[in-house]
């Protein structure tokens, strides 16, 4: 990857949107192999999945390609949550998805209060909305099948899991 630094200012929460890798056991190996093999148009930082595995698969505060091209100049990291249908193992994935964007949060010294105003944790969907350069809403269809609110996820970004 080009080693361009960003400014830093969002963490970008993200899901694979992969449908149909749900009941894939190795959908969190095959989604990171197709991004190491198509980095020039998608790659982001880390990738949650397989019952909380945490995999970083770029620096931090470099150029990733996950959210346009102004969300990515200003994403110190971007974080991938690979999907699954076995609720026991997406509880699992979904606690490592927060302490990791809580804790990269922490390393960007941004804020945690998701989707706010200024400096901080963005989804993929407030990207799309601020900039208009791509389309992606995710993570919250996503989060919502697996019984996550917006609410919910807000909360647990602000606070942690419980």
Not at 5 to 18: D, K, L, M, R, Y
Not at 62 to 68: F, P, Q
Not at 85 to 102: E, P, V
């Amino acid at each position: 990857m080009p080693h361009n630094e960003t400014s830093g200012q969002f963490i970008v929460a993200h899901e694979s949107g992969s449908v149909g890798s749900e009941t894939d056991p190795d959908a969190l190996e095959h989604a990171i192999t197709y991004m190491q093999n198509n980095w020039t148009s998608a790659y982001v930082t880390h990738w949650v999945g397989d019952g909380g595995r945490i995999v970083q698969t770029a620096p931090v505060g470099e150029m990733s390609w996950g959210c346009g091209p102004t969300g990515n100049s200003k994403a110190f990291a971007q974080v991938e949550l690979a999907r699954t249908n076995n609720k026991a193992k997406f509880q699992k994935d979904y606690k490592a998805y927060i302490w990791l964007l809580r804790l990269l949060a922490d390393e960007a010294g941004v804020s945690k209060q998701l989707d706010a105003s200024g400096n901080g944790v963005k989804t993929h969907e407030w990207i799309s909305y601020a900039y208009r350069e791509v389309d992606h809403v995710d993570p919250y269809g996503y989060l919502a099948q697996m019984g996550v609110s917006r609410a919910q996820f807000v909360h647990d970004i602000q606070y942690g899991v419980q």
